[in-house]
């Protein structure tokens, strides 16, 4: 399944470095790891590496589609080497761990607008929110009058319950 990650490279136009070999390991041995995460484990396996040099290897890889980069809302930009098969991901809110789904409907853009303004869309980025088993675990072993626990806002209609209810069937259908 893995390829010789110095032909991988060669094979996507790329000179053959040292800190780019490294930084690809690095991401591919810590999944969604942040660019300090490699920069970490790049500097365990090869010896001082620039913050920039780190960034520029990222940059260039995630360009050439060996590495996928995952920018989440209000966290830093995350990488992976799970590229080109449109999965998304899982965050926890409370420990921000993060966790690959696979695509329930598999082909890109797996979710359609309801009017697409003339844009020919071929990515829809899709990331789940919610608390992970473990943050949920320690969440109920914990006192039972928890004030953080504010119920998500939930996006209601203003008419009936009836549109409510229409809602979830509809949301159940995108799943086989
Ligand atoms: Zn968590
Ligand atoms: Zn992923
Ligand atoms: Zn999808």
Do not use: F
Not at 26 to 43: E, I, L
Not at 81 to 91: P, T, V
Not at 129 to 145: D, I, K, N, Q
């Amino acid at each position: 399944m893995y390829d010789d990650p110095a032909d991988l490279l060669r094979r996507h136009g790329l000179q053959v470095t040292a800190q780019r070999l490294a930084v690809l390991a690095a991401v591919s041995g810590r999944p969604h790891g942040t660019a300090d995460d490699v920069a970490k484990a790049v500097r365990t396996q090869i010896g001082v590496i620039s913050r920039q040099a780190v960034y520029d290897a990222l940059a260039v890889l995630a360009d050439k589609g060996l590495i996928r980069r995952i920018q989440p809302a209000g966290s830093p930009a995350r990488y992976e080497d799970r590229a080109g098969d449109n999965h998304h991901h899982l965050i926890c809110r409370t420990c921000g761990r993060m966790v690959d789904v696979d695509c329930a409907v598999g082909v890109v853009p797996c979710l359609t607008p309801a009017d697409d303004a003339g844009y020919e869309i071929d990515e829809a980025e899709v990331i789940y929110w919610g608390r992970c088993p473990e943050c949920l675990a320690e969440h109920t072993a914990g006192s039972a009058t928890e004030n953080e626990a504010v119920p998500l806002p939930r996006v209601l209609h203003t008419n009936d319950d009836n549109d409510a209810d229409r809602a979830v069937a509809h949301d159940q259908t995108n799943q086989p």
